[in-house]
Structure formats: C-alpha cells, structure tokens
T-cell receptor
C-alpha cells in the first residue's frame, strides 16, 4: 500500500489556548482538502473542508488555511477543549473522483 | 439519518484464513470506500465502489477484494490472511464518490467506526 508516514507527531496544548495543526501535502494537482478528527476507538470524523480556489474557511471554532504556493494546510482550533484531544488528519485529492490521500496525522493532547 | 455502520466491530482470525467485512453506507450514498489503518502506515486507500462498480483501487495485493450490492452495501474480503493484515479497516460513504466534485459542489466522505481485525 501507499506510505503515508511512519511517525505521529504530538501537539500538547493548554486548555483554552488556540491550537494550530499543520499539514504539508504532496500533490500540486490536489483540488480539495479535508480535515478529519479521529478519537480513540472511532472512525475519522469530518471537521472542515476547503477547495483550492479559497485560502481560508471558517467553521465553528475551527479555521482552515490553505497556502497553495508552498502546498501547506493548517487547522486552527480556537479555545481548545479537552474534547478536542484526538488525532487530526489532513486529506487531499485532485477531485474528479480521484482517490483521497491522507496525511500522517497529528495527535493533539489538551492539558486541563 | 443513521451513520455508516460496519460489522463486525472486532474480529480475530489466524494466518491463512479468509475474512469478510461488511459496510452499510448512509442512506442515499452510492459510493463506498475502504481504508486500512495501521500505526505504522497510517490510513491507506484500498478501493472505492460506486453503483456496484469498482471505480478506484489502491496499491494492495489481489488478496484484498470487495464488492457492492444494489442497495449500496459493500463487503470487503481478505483471503489467505497474513500477520501484517492486522489493522483497523474503515469504510467511508459519500453521495457521489471519493471527493467527486461536480458543479462546484464538494462531496464529503463519512466514516464508520471500523472493524478491528487481529490476525494471529
């Protein structure tokens, strides 16, 4: 199978602080990007998405930023809560029914 | 609306056996994708089915196969199990397909809870 990374970086954040999770994507043809949250023992859960014709999109307490020049995606979580503790994956696809490629994932630990 | 369901949730098999996993997509969703998740390799795409046809395939050996039924339910089969097949197998459904983008609309995948397969 395709490799999507061997190590899981961890981000520790104090409760109430803002979190920024970064993701570098590889395919310059990618047109659609998604952030997923995966809690222990559960499947990934959709958080927010963004298309390549945008550079910023906001949801409830979350913001996704896209920098196509350097192929970088970030997820900002405002006022991080203990319930935000999970592994966060970015995903990319060229669209047109092409398959989705997932990043390595970042583990977010919220310190109460 | 009920979410994606997968059965069984946990499964223990021995090397050489075969296994069949089942996925029921969200009502109205016609696309089902399967992923393998392991600590070392992360989330890897296995294949996608849309309207009973395999539309996309990842880089997995032929021991991994799948099918989709007319009601969009999907099954995944792994034959001649190996120790390295131990993983969480996730199914995701979407309305049109793996991020099918048509008319400017995005199409999100919704994941089930997964089947934890352990091969002894």
């Amino acid at each position: 199978g395709e490799s999507v990374g061997l190590h899981l970086p961890t981000l520790s954040v104090q409760e109430g602080d803002n979190s920024i999770i970064n993701c570098a994507y590889s395919n310059s043809a990618s047109d659609y990007f998604i952030w997923y949250k995966q809690e222990s023992g559960k499947g990934p859960q959709f958080i927010i998405d963004i298309r390549s014709n945008m550079d910023k999109r906001q949801g409830q307490r979350v913001t996704v930023l896209l920098n196509k020049t350097v192929k970088h995606l970030s997820l900002q979580i405002a006022a991080t809560q203990p319930g935000d503790s999970a592994v966060y994956f970015c995903a990319e696809t060229p669209g047109g029914y092409q398959k989705v490629t997932f990043g390595t994932g970042t583990k977010l630990q919220v310190i109460p | 609306k009920a979410g994606v369901t997968q059965t069984p949730r946990y499964l223990i098999k021995t090397r050489g056996q075969q296994v069949t996993l089942s996925c029921s997509p969200i009502s109205g969703h016609r696309s089902v994708s399967w992923y393998q998740q392991t600590p070392g390799q992360g989330l890897q795409f296995l294949f996608e089915y849309f309207s009973e046809t395999q539309r996309n395939k990842g880089n997995f050996p032929g021991r991994f196969s799948g099918r989709q039924f007319s009601n969009s339910r999907s099954e995944m089969n792994v034959s001649t199990l190996e120790l390295g097949d131990s993983a969480l197998y996730l199914c995701a459904s979407s309305r049109l397909g793996t991020s099918g983008i048509s008319g400017g609309n995005t199409d999100t995948q919704y994941f089930g809870p997964g089947t934890r397969l352990t091969v002894l």
